[in-house]
């Protein structure tokens, strides 16, 4: 039952013997390519509740996930370069492990990029706003600026609404994305750099203002709330949390199939490219530390709150109120740093860059969305009808427009910090699956011709697995309790429609001439 229905992996590899890829990609270009897609939403966005979690100690907590995800990259590399087509860890699951597990893995994806383009959403809207602000002094009410907070009272979820109902700024950025996909709006690879040049000269420039006025006090505390807290809290807890800083990396194994040598490039493109955005990340977050501090904000007991409960919210409004509010409570941690510390022009240059390149990642997390529902609707696990593509456009522009929806409906509702809690919960349940998948492989078909072969991969494997289980274990309780509760609705669908529809099930199994697994959208991922 679970093993079953395997999808050949020959059936797989066929369409890419019929659409091969040019091998030109250096370990450079790899590198370039792997920074480019790492660096962006995280460390603008997240920076405020990392510090919330674990104070100066989430520089500690950068360095962790970037390790996980190093570990996990080189798993997912080897996989990558064996199934070099479309569908990311659901078509290596589907030819590994079987059709069922395959659509726990491509269920968790979908929690994954969805909840993960809401909290870009979420994430958008406060920098936008706060610019808008301090360049013009217009405020949204807040009732439309955020949406309400939630927490638990006696083990009791409540919704408060004192602080917010709706985040009308992330609905409208989700519905112009959403429009754009549907009409086929494509970005070129030169936009693509630009976007990737802005991102990177925003931080760096943080980095450079910052440093020079660190104050040594600040970091002490250094870990306030330990190095495992709980509910979250701590150093671990924290890099459960930036975990979400990292998403993207994959990008470079995905390309193992344009890669010159990809056995020494792709390890060099991977590990690369993480360090680089490590340091960056490292640099960055010991900047909003050592200028403005980072310690949590803490109840009348000196308890450290939760960064995303009503109890938070609450004390933060009070501390506005009397204008002592800590960078903990910002929603646009990097920009309000450099305002903070006597750089205002520069931070709302900063609030800028962020406004102009987190609609692209946006754009990748919907894009994203829709290719994992075109690949599981193509091989029968869901309504057929939703890869529908429109009669101008040629894109799918159904199955985009009902991620578009229920993007939009989260960003309204959710803050952004557990809404990247969530999103990681799919994500670390899909690479931990990709890890086991690899040792499996090794064992099943160890004759296998593997372009790239994980190092050490009997230690490296089980360390990623590992990893990802304990940082899973290490997010809010919410967040851990989101992933078995969706994949409950996700074995109800499987059993009652989807396993006596599939394609395999059914003997079906096409050799696609053209590489479908991309839909016909004219737009690619960033």
């Given at each position: ?12 590899l066929?369409t890419a013997e ?7 990609l ?26 919330q979690?674990?104070?100066p100690g ?8 970037g ?11 080897e ?39 809401s ?19 217009f ?19 409540h919704v ?10 992330a ?22 750099a ?9 931080l ?26 709980h509910?979250g ?12 800083a ?24 991977l590990?690369?490219s ?9 640099l ?22 939760p ?70 609707a ?5 309504p057929?009808?939703?890869?529908d593509?429109?009669?101008k ?5 159904k ?6 929806i ?15 809690d ?12 990709v890890?086991?998948a ?13 372009p790239?072969r ?16 304990g940082?899973y ?7 851990k309790?989101?992933?078995?509760v ?12 989807s ?28």
């Amino acid at each position: 039952m679970i093993f079953d229905r395997i999808k050949p992996l020959d059936a797989i590899l066929a369409t890419a013997e019929k659409k091969s890829l040019h091998r030109s990609l250096g370990a450079f270009q790899l590198t370039m390519l792997g920074i480019g897609a790492v660096i962006g939403t995280g460390i603008f966005v997240l920076t405020a509740a990392a510090a919330q979690k674990a104070g100066p100690g989430m520089m500690f907590s950068f360095v962790i996930a970037g390790f996980v995800c190093a570990v996990a990259a080189l798993c997912y590399s080897e996989l990558a370069s064996m199934v070099p087509v479309s569908g990311s860890a659901y078509t290596y699951t589907y030819a590994v492990m079987g059709e069922l597990l395959a659509w726990m893995v491509g269920w968790a994806l979908i929690l994954e990029y969805a909840v993960a383009a809401s909290a870009v959403c979420v994430g958008w809207s406060g920098y936008v706003m706060g610019l808008v602000e301090n360049l013009t002094g217009f405020t949204l009410p807040g009732a439309l600026s955020s949406g309400p907070a939630w927490g638990f009272a006696g083990g009791i979820p409540h919704v408060d609404f004192s602080h917010g109902v709706v985040n009308l700024p992330a609905i409208v950025v989700a519905a112009v994305v959403t429009w754009l996909l549907v009409i086929g709006t494509s970005e070129s690879a030169s936009v693509n750099a630009v976007l990737v040049a802005i991102k990177v000269t925003a931080l760096t420039a943080f980095i450079v203002l910052s440093f020079p006025i660190l104050k040594g006090e600040n970091f002490t505390p250094l870990m306030p709330t330990g190095l495992l807290g709980h509910d979250g809290l701590g150093v671990v807890g924290a890099a459960a949390t930036i975990f979400f800083a990292y998403v993207g990396f994959d990008a470079v194994s995905t390309a193992a199939e344009e890669t010159k040598n990809p056995q020494r490039n792709v390890p060099i493109g991977l590990i690369g490219s993480l360090a680089i955005c490590t340091v960056f990340y490292f640099l960055v977050a010991a900047g909003v530390v050592g200028t403005v501090g980072a310690q949590p904000v803490r109840d009348a007991a000196g308890a450290v709150l939760p960064p995303d409960g009503a109890g938070f919210a609450a004390r933060c409004t009070e501390l506005r109120a009397l204008g002592e509010a800590p960078i903990v409570c910002s929603d646009e941690a990097l920009a309000e740093t450099l305002r903070i510390v006597g750089f205002p022009i520069i931070g709302n240059l900063v609030g800028l860059a962020a406004s102009i390149a987190l609609p692209s990642v946006i754009l990748m997390m919907i894009y994203g969305q829709t290719r994992i529902f075109f690949v599981m609707a193509r091989d029968g696990l869901l309504p057929e009808k939703l890869a529908d593509v429109h009669p101008k456009f040629k894109t799918p522009w159904k199955m985009t427009i009902f991620t578009g929806i229920c993007v939009a409906i989260a960003a309204a509702f959710f803050p952004v910090g557990q809404l990247a809690d969530i999103s990681n919960s799919g994500t670390l349940f899909a690479f931990f699956m990709v890890a086991i998948a690899v040792m499996m492989l090794r064992r099943t078909d160890p004759d296998r011709f593997r372009p790239f072969r994980t190092p050490f991969v009997w230690v490296i494997a089980p360390i990623a697995a590992i990893g990802c289980l304990g940082l899973y274990l290490n997010l809010p309780f919410v967040a851990k309790m989101v992933l078995p509760v969706w994949g409950a609705i996700g074995l109800a669908i499987y059993f009652f429609y989807s396993r006596k529809r599939s394609h395999v099930g059914l003997g079906l199994i096409e050799v696609h001439e053209e590489d479908s697994d991309v839909p016909p959208s004219a737009a690619p991922p960033i």
